[in-house]
């Protein structure tokens, strides 16, 4: 998320104690209210002797102990790696300012984060598991970090646990409940029980929504970052393909699966993007988009003005009349005299994208072929890099499914889309065809609007873009833009073309400022 945004009302009193070891006296015996924190505010009271990163973590874990049974968002916690981390990065805080002002602490350093259950997190001293959900993976052992986790400790982010899932990113079969997975069960949507929490990133979305922890990190393939992030009222980045590294990563599709934040997402874009050798091709490519002086510096209250932006009114923007999203949406896009952005108006055109309805169904548009194909070559190489592991492929991973059925009220789904999968041999000619559409759609589609337009961003309510944006392996931000009557957050997307982040993020943040949408979940509904 942007600054303001994912954090809020968490009364720190608990903390005093732990930050009284390192911290001064009197700061340490001040109860301190974390309200809406952010990386910021969190470096902030580090850095006045407020609280310590191993103060936080026991925080956090204390909370986690709390809600999860409830909300079912973390898989794994370890909490003897991450208290020692959190110990380093005190250490190496108050050597960085005892030593006299040399460096200042790395930007992340001793910041909890809960990495997405599909994201490898071996090193730390930890033995965490990645599972994408399975208890299939269970006991694999990665022979090192992700390349974003590696990034995100060099940062000096403390590793909390893991967050869930749908099991297999959602691609075990269609029809199963988002955010189930036989490991962590049923994730909860915080602010409706009874709603979605979406999927995949569901946990880390959740858990960043419910102060879980102070970072969270998602990946998508199509839509798993942006439609949890929307649910659950956390601003969401899905970066371009390959600006960040998808190694030691259980990924579906190289052309399409991105690692982003769905937290405090600029600082935490920043930590993670850049080349990864074990991700070469990708990751070189995409690292041109890579501004000089890192993201932070597009956090610009006025990022929206002179800014042309494409609403895809007739595509996406469709509620039904009086409902709440399109009192707000109009609010936004119609009323000029009623409206904060009129500035945002100006330039704001009704378009359409060329066949929506294919590029909205994967199997018309060739996604799902490709998705298919790619899904084994990716697991079947991820698992092979593994230092031990109880299965090496995608057919032993169907054996023991089959071995070890999945709760009964599940069984009725199957794992059809890993049958599937299997069935695949590499990419033939079916999938060079489906690449060749897929190419025809963005460049017909995305690509054409935004350059005969001069557009810098489309923007289309919620997930509903997510198609649009995946098969191009194009950037979003979703900002939440308001509750609808039941109660259900929903978010506003702003996409653009691969690299348009720094211009994405001045939008959002600009938006997310004008409007402070986010509300904390109450969780009056949960029994804690
Ligand atoms: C990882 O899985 C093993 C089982 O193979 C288990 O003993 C260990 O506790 C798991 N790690 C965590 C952090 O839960």
Request: overall charge negative; hydrophobic content about 45%.
């Amino acid at each position: 998320m942007l600054p303001f945004a994912a954090r809020c009302l968490l009364l720190l009193l608990a903390a005093a104690a732990a930050a009284a070891a390192a911290a001064a006296d009197a700061a340490a015996a001040a109860a301190f209210e974390l309200e809406e924190a952010t990386v910021d505010s969190i470096r902030r009271a580090f850095a006045d002797g407020e609280l310590t990163s191993r103060g936080l973590v026991e925080l956090y874990l204390s909370r986690v102990a709390a809600l999860d049974p409830a909300l079912h968002a973390v898989v794994e916690l370890d909490p003897d790696g991450a208290l020692a981390a959190a110990d380093r990065a005190d250490a190496a805080r108050r050597l960085a300012y005892e030593g006299g002002g040399a460096l200042p602490p790395p930007l992340l350093n001793g910041i909890p984060v809960l990495v997405k259950d599909n994201i490898a997190a071996a090193g730390g001293g930890g033995a965490l598991n990645a599972t994408c959900g399975s208890l299939a993976l269970v006991g694999s052992r990665p022979a090192g970090d992700a390349g974003v986790v590696d990034r995100l400790r060099r940062a000096g982010a403390v590793v909390l646990g893991t967050a869930s899932l749908s099991e297999w990113c959602n691609f075990r079969a269609p029809g199963i409940p988002a955010g189930w997975s036989p490991r962590a069960g049923q994730g909860k949507n915080p602010y409706v029980p009874s709603a979605t929490p979406c999927a995949s990133s569901s946990g880390s979305a959740i858990a960043a929504a419910a102060n879980m922890v102070a970072v969270t990190i998602g990946t998508e393939t199509d839509g798993s970052i942006m439609c949890p992030s929307s649910y659950n009222s956390v601003v969401g980045i899905k970066p371009t393909v390959g600006l960040t590294s998808r190694a030691g990563v259980i990924i579906i599709s190289p052309r399409m699966d991105t690692v982003g934040t769905v937290s405090d997402a600029v600082h935490v874009l920043e930590a993670i993007v850049g080349y990864d050798p074990r991700d070469a091709d990708a990751t070189r490519m995409a690292s041109q988009y890579i501004p000089e002086g890192g993201y932070r510096q597009f956090l610009n209250i006025d990022g929206l003005r002179g800014k042309r932006l494409g609403i895809l009114r007739k595509d996406f923007f469709q509620f039904p009349s009086g409902s709440v999203q399109q009192k707000v949406f109009d609010e936004h896009f119609n009323t000029i005299s009623f409206s904060p952005f009129s500035w945002f108006l100006d330039d704001a055109m009704e378009l359409k994208i060329p066949n929506m309805n294919i590029i909205n169904d994967a199997v018309q548009s060739g996604e799902r072929a490709l998705m298919l194909a790619e899904f084994k070559l990716s697991l079947n190489s991820y698992l092979s890099e593994l230092a031990t592991s109880p299965v090496r492929s995608l057919s032993d991973i169907i054996d023991f499914n089959n071995k070890h059925p999945v709760e009964e009220r599940m069984a009725e789904f199957g794992q059809s889309y890993l049958l599937q999968s299997e069935a695949t041999d590499g990419i033939g000619p079916t999938e060079k065809k489906a690449i060749a559409k897929l190419n025809k759609l963005c460049e017909s589609g995305l690509e054409k609007i935004m350059r005969v337009n001069q557009l810098d961003a489309i923007v289309s309510p919620g997930a509903s873009a997510h198609s649009l944006l995946a098969i191009g392996g194009y950037p979003a931000i979703t900002v939440p833009a308001g509750y609808a009557s039941n109660g259900v957050p929903f978010a506003i997307c702003f996409g653009g073309l691969k690299g348009s982040e720094p211009t994405l993020i001045e939008i959002a943040y600009s938006f997310e400022q004008a409007t402070k949408v986010r509300r904390p979940p109450t969780l009056q509904h949960f029994v804690i």
